[in-house]
């Protein structure tokens, strides 16, 4: 049962869930209707593939384990993904968590992480294990698209009006400082040794940073001096968001433990 | 989702469906550039499998024909019959035309 990938499995599960859960959360509310559909399509995206990692770490773990039960019936503090993707879709001084949603929060947030993800991928899609680099190279090319449409609409946002300029600087100083926890020591650092992949490693950071300052100076945006405070949403410690996000989430899996659909 | 003044360009899609077969319209979207027309297109026309390719073309280039021609237009071909291949006795070697 001892399985050395599984702390991984969850960590990049957990990532792919919550932030597929939060973007989900622009689902007929998004400035206009082929936006939503398009937010829409990249929470499929990241649903479908937790939903693989699940059931290959439901496999490892054995037992009664399923993909559901990973999902819908762990606690805050034993999910493993960045607090990045927990956030809500707006700025650190909004009253509420139900505090109307900003569409640059939301831009930034998957520029910052699709970056990532796409270089992580990128890397378990050649590791050791067969299994994890087949969803891997499944997930670079749903990754590809993520990226492209962030870069995107960040490069709008930055060289467009005052506003979607400010929105999108302001989106960028809140959440930069979250990214530093993609380079610190991972929780599943021996998890990622065990299939051969160094993932927070100096090269994938610097990759990242070419990726991200390109994008940046193309959208004239000012990239915040590195600093401030370092979550530790992958060593199981999260900001308040995610327990709202995962009540919400689980509470029908958990009002009918049983139910089928 | 309403419309205001400032609602971005209409964008007419067209699909390929599979290699070697033509690009059809499928329907339109509002984006802001080509670019976004693409994106859009690909998200909103081609997320169950409908597509191996795609165009956009800006709504406002295309240039149709006027509904009160109509008549005029199409009318005189109703008669004609004889521009329809369905006097020819097609043998049975040529299969499916």
């Not at chain 1, 400035?31 to 059931?55: K, T």
């Not at chain 1, 051969?196 to 915040?224: F, T, Y």
């Not at chain 2, 209409?10 to 080509?34: N, P, T």
Request: overall charge negative; charged content about 20%; proline content about 5%.
């Amino acid at each position: 049962m001892d399985s050395p990938q599984l702390p991984l499995l969850l960590h990049l599960a957990d990532n792919c869930l919550v932030l597929g859960q939060r973007n989900a959360e622009w689902c007929g509310h998004a400035p206009v209707l082929e936006e939503d559909i398009a937010l829409a399509n990249h929470s499929l995206d990241l649903i479908g593939q937790s939903r693989l990692l699940y059931q290959y770490a439901a496999e490892l773990i054995g037992k009664s384990e399923t993909e559901d039960s990973l999902a819908y019936f762990r606690d805050a503090p034993a999910f493993r993904n960045f607090t990045l993707l927990e956030l809500p879709h707006h700025g650190p001084l909004a009253p509420s968590g139900s505090s109307s949603r900003d569409f640059a929060t939301t831009l930034v947030r998957n520029f910052l992480y699709s970056a990532w993800a796409l270089g992580t991928w990128t890397r378990l899609a050649k590791c050791g294990d067969a299994q994890l680099a087949a969803i891997a190279a499944k997930a670079v090319k749903e990754t590809l698209y993520h990226w492209q449409y962030a870069q995107d609409w960040v490069l709008r946002m930055g060289d467009g009006t005052t506003e979607s300029q400010l929105r999108a600087q302001t989106a960028l100083e809140h959440l930069m400082p979250f990214t530093q926890e993609f380079w610190m020591p991972l929780a599943h650092a021996e998890a990622a040794q065990s299939v051969g992949v160094m993932l927070s490693h100096a090269d994938a950071q610097a990759e990242w940073n070419v990726l991200i300052d390109e994008g940046l100076l193309q959208a004239c945006l000012k990239r915040p001096t590195q600093g401030g405070f370092v979550p530790s949403g992958n060593h199981g410690i999260h900001s308040e968001h995610l327990t709202y996000l995962l009540s919400e989430m689980q509470s029908l899996a958990r009002a009918h433990p049983r139910a089928v659909w | 989702m309403s419309s205001t003044p400032h609602e971005w360009p209409l964008w007419e899609v067209f699909v390929r469906s599979k290699q070697g077969l033509e690009h059809r319209h499928c329907g339109s979207l509002h984006a802001s550039d080509a670019k976004h027309a693409m994106q859009m297109a690909r998200d909103v026309y081609t997320r169950r499998q409908e597509g191996v390719s795609l165009w956009v073309v800006a709504s406002a280039n295309i240039h149709a024909s006027e509904p009160h021609d109509k008549a005029a237009l199409f009318d005189p071909a109703g008669d004609k019959i004889y521009r329809h291949p369905s006097f020819y006795v097609i043998p049975d070697e040529v299969g499916h035309m």
